[in-house]
């Protein structure tokens, strides 16, 4: 069964660190593309950081030098993390795990607050 499962989210001061992280399991993850997305109140949902089966990284230029995207391939299951230091009031949001052919699957969000 495919299914996509963060946890790690919460509330943080500006200038901390946290590390969501998502649980992807079906065997399509360990081949796919994974990727973070975020979405605050009233904007669209944006993309944040892409890994590639091969470890490939790439970064909205808005986190690149304070965020970290990884992966550990197990399993039937892709571990996926984003680790998240100088946290700033914008990077307020839900974050999203993704992946999959065509990058189909989601899953439900994790909350990430950054306010004193």
């Known amino acids: 069964q495919v299914q996509l499962v963060e946890s790690g989210g919460g509330l943080v001061q500006p200038g901390g660190s946290l590390r969501p992280s998502c649980a992807a399991s079906g065997s399509i993850f360990s081949i796919s593309t994974m990727r973070w997305y975020r979405q605050a109140p009233g904007k669209r949902r944006e993309l944040v950081a892409a890994i590639t089966s091969g470890g490939d990284t790439n970064y909205a230029d808005s986190v690149k030098g304070r965020f970290t995207i990884s992966r550990d391939n197990a399993k039937n299951t892709v571990y996926l993390y984003l680790q998240m230091n100088r946290l700033k009031p914008g990077d307020t949001a839900v974050y999203y795990c993704?992946?999959?052919?065509?990058?189909?699957?989601w899953g439900q969000g994790t909350q990430v607050t950054v306010s004193s």
């Open positions: 993704n992946g999959g052919v065509a990058g189909s699957y």
